[in-house]
């Protein structure tokens, strides 16, 4: 099975500031890799698909690059609205699986 | 507008089942992959299961297989997860959720795009 870890667990950083998510995988997954947004009591909610793809809808704080086995999440400058948990998920052996164990983000 | 609205949650003993439903609309439901995923309190989203658009193919993590089944009624526009023998660690919410197919550079990409609001399962005697 392939396992994924995400870094840092959480975080704690300045409104306008920029902020990187990692995760890297067990095993090469090419960029079958898609980044997840999960506020409490909500629904989770799709913001990269294939490692950099931008979902419809989604602010262009948000972005993602890597493949292979390391990826990365920025969100640019970093706004209220985005106090959330984020995951990444891959989608390598079957449609869609693993999530890492996720990244707490909160404002300082 | 799509919509996906679990039921079917509850309290539970140890070893006793349940049953789960994910009422869909505003697409058409066979045209896509399904999956449950849940989060235990204070814990990250773990992938349970997916079921292919005509349920001939179904996946599950490791922790459930063998007591966990997932399955859909395309006619009613519904899926299903069936628990059996649960255990103090299957508490969770369980969202059902989407998949959504694209190809992007030539790969084909999976990722959920629509998700329920959940339905919290608790295992405890």
């Known amino acids: 099975d392939i396992q994924m870890t995400q870094s840092p667990s959480s975080l704690s950083a300045s409104i306008g500031d920029r902020v990187t998510i990692t995760c890297r995988a067990s095993?090469?997954?090419?960029?079958?890799l898609n980044w997840y947004q999960h506020k409490p009591g909500r629904a989770p909610k799709v913001l990269i698909y294939?490692?950099?793809s931008l979902q419809s809808g989604v602010s262009s704080r948000f972005s993602g690059s890597g493949s292979g086995t390391n990826f990365t999440l920025t969100i640019s400058s970093l706004q209220a609205e985005d106090v959330a948990s984020y995951y990444c998920?891959?989608?390598?052996?079957?449609?869609?699986?693993?999530f890492g164990q996720g990244t707490k983000v909160e404002i300082k | 507008e799509v919509q996906l609205v679990e039921s079917g949650g509850g309290l539970v003993q140890p070893g006793g089942s349940l049953r789960l439903s994910c009422a869909a609309s505003?697409?058409?439901?066979?045209?896509?992959?399904m999956s449950w995923v849940r989060q235990a309190p204070g814990k990250g989203l773990e992938w349970v299961a997916n079921?292919?658009?005509?349920?001939?193919?179904?996946y599950y993590v490791d922790s459930v297989k063998g007591r966990f089944s997932i399955s859909r009624d395309n006619a009613k526009n519904s899926l299903f997860l069936q628990m059996l023998s649960l255990r103090a660690e299957d508490t969770a919410v369980y969202f059902c959720?989407?998949?959504?197919?694209?190809?992007?550079?030539?790969?084909?990409?999976?990722?959920?795009?629509?998700w329920g609001q959940g339905s919290l399962v608790t295992v405890s005697s």
């Open positions: 959720a989407r998949v959504t197919t694209t190809v992007v550079r030539t790969l084909l990409i999976y990722y959920f795009d629509y």
């Open positions: 505003g697409f058409p439901f066979s045209n896509y992959w």
């Open positions: 079921i292919k658009q005509d349920g001939s193919a179904t």
């Open positions: 095993q090469t997954i090419s960029r079958y």
């Open positions: 294939a490692a950099s």
């Open positions: 998920q891959e989608g390598y052996i079957n449609p869609p699986g693993t």
